[in-house]
Every structure is written in C-alpha cells, then in structure tokens.
C-alpha cells in the first residue's frame, strides 16, 4: 500500500503515525462539539485529546512490548526506541487513554459517566482512522483466502507483503473500518436516547467486545499475540473482558445513575 504518506526531501512521513494524528484531531473536535451542544464543558474535551494522543502512543508502546514481543526487545532493549519499525496496539491505546481521563476528571472533579459518555461517542472516529492507517502500512492483516473481496499486497515495505506478498489476503481492516462506521452509529443514536450515565460507555464495550472478538478470527497476524495452541489472541481475550465489563457497567448504572437524578 503506501507506509509513507509523503516524504520531504529524504525524510517519509509514516502513515500509520499520520492517520493516528488525524484520528486524535478529528475526534477531540468531534467531542467538544457534542460536549458544547449538551451543556458540558468543551475544554474538558480538548484536554481529553491531548491526554488521548499522549497516552495512545505510550500505551500502544508499552503494550506491545509487554504482551506481544518481550523477548524481542529483552534481547536488545535499543529496540524499544525504534518506533519508525512499527509496534504500537490499539488495545493499550484505549486503556492508557482511559486511565489518563479517570485521573483528569478526578483532578478536576467532574461527573466521570457523563463525560465519559461523552468521550465515546468520538471512539468510533478514532478506530476508523486507525484501521486506515492500518491498510496503508499492511499490518493487522488477515488469513489468506479465495474469498471474492481480498486485499493483496504488494509493496514489500509493508507487512502484510513481507509475509504473503501478492497473496490474496481477508480484507480484515476494511472489515474494521466498515464495523467503525455501524458503531459510530450505534453509539450516537445510545447518546441521543439515553436514559443513564454511563449509558453509551456499556454499549461501547458491549459492541466493540463483541465484533472485534469475530473478526480476530480472519486475522493473519500470529505475532499480535496467540494463545491456548493459537485458539485465541490476546485480542480476543481482551474483548471478551471487554463485553463482560459492558455488561456488568450496565447493570450497575442503569437503576442508579438516571439522568436528571446525578452523576
């Protein structure tokens, strides 16, 4: 595809890095509107996105590192520092980011379910644009296939073609970003008929647990992380805590955090 989305003079922009900026600012803006439009204070959301681009890159990082490939960097540590060599997990991304936000809305005491209500509503955006820069540089790739919509790379720059170069390959990011699209909205029509705080945060997780698990199966990508003899990925295994943490939020807040009656 293209892992760099223009160069000047001797240096490449890498795309992946570029989508990652668009998705931070198109979705920062995205949520100070909702945020002015329903009364709350837009700055908070402004300071969301600087927290969120900040902890997405550290926390993909780390992640990766961790849980993916520790022997790779244990054997020479320097590798932590290449980032133009890929590495990063969205799955660290939304935790470090959700972690950066709690800590926000404690410092400035706001009603953490309604921001976070908020917050989410921008999610989608960010997956899409992710997913975009995913199919630019060929990673998370999928299994190859003989379905009718495939992708084959073929630029061997790109991951996907230093594996399967020309082989036709499941359209796995295509796949996410399609999924971004439906859940963007699902997610505005909970905002717009939501009965709870938190509300939109349960249905997030429940319906991101529940595609992305699905569609880590047509991934080809072994090195994201295997587990049980390749059964699952470290994904998956995350999405169903995901899906069983919607659900449980859910339940929580649904008698107790009524709109009208606090946050």
């Known amino acids: 595809m293209r892992p760099f989305i223009f160069h000047i ?9 570029f989508m990652v900026m668009v998705a931070g600012l198109a979705a920062t803006f995205f949520a100070a509107h909702v945020a002015k439009k329903e009364g709350a204070d837009p700055v908070a959301m402004l300071d969301f996105g600087i927290i ?6 550290v926390g ?12 790779y960097y244990l054997e020479k540590p320097v590798r932590v520092f290449y980032f133009w060599e890929g590495g990063f997990v969205s799955i660290g991304a939304f935790l470090a980011s959700a972690a950066g936000w709690v800590i926000y809305m404690r410092y400035r005491k706001l009603p953490a379910w309604r921001y976070m209500d908020i917050a989410v509503t921008c999610v989608p955006i960010i997956i899409f ?13 999928g299994k190859p296939t003989d379905f009718p919509i495939h992708l084959t790379f073929s630029d061997r720059a790109s ?7 020309g082989e036709p390959l499941h359209a796995t990011q295509l796949y996410f970003m399609l999924n971004a699209v439906v859940m963007w909205v699902v997610v505005l029509l909970t905002y717009r008929y939501r009965t709870f705080y938190g509300q939109v945060l349960s249905v997030f997780m429940i319906y991101y647990g529940v595609t992305r698990f699905f569609i880590e199966f047509l991934r080809g990508d072994a090195d994201r992380g295997m587990w049980f003899g390749g059964a699952l990925s470290t994904g998956q295994i995350t999405m169903l805590i995901t899906f069983a943490g919607g659900i449980a939020l859910w339940m929580a807040l649904r008698n107790r955090n009524r709109i009208g009656a606090g946050a």
């Open 9 to 17: 003079g001797d240096l490449g922009v890498p795309s992946f890095f």
């Open 52 to 57: 969120a681009i900040i902890a997405s890159v």
């Open 60 to 71: 993909s990082r780390i992640f990766h590192i961790l849980v993916e490939s520790p022997s």
């Open 129 to 141: 644009c992710v997913r975009v820069g995913c199919l630019l540089v060929g990673c998370c790739y």
């Open 159 to 165: 991951t996907a073609a230093h594996f399967h170069p």
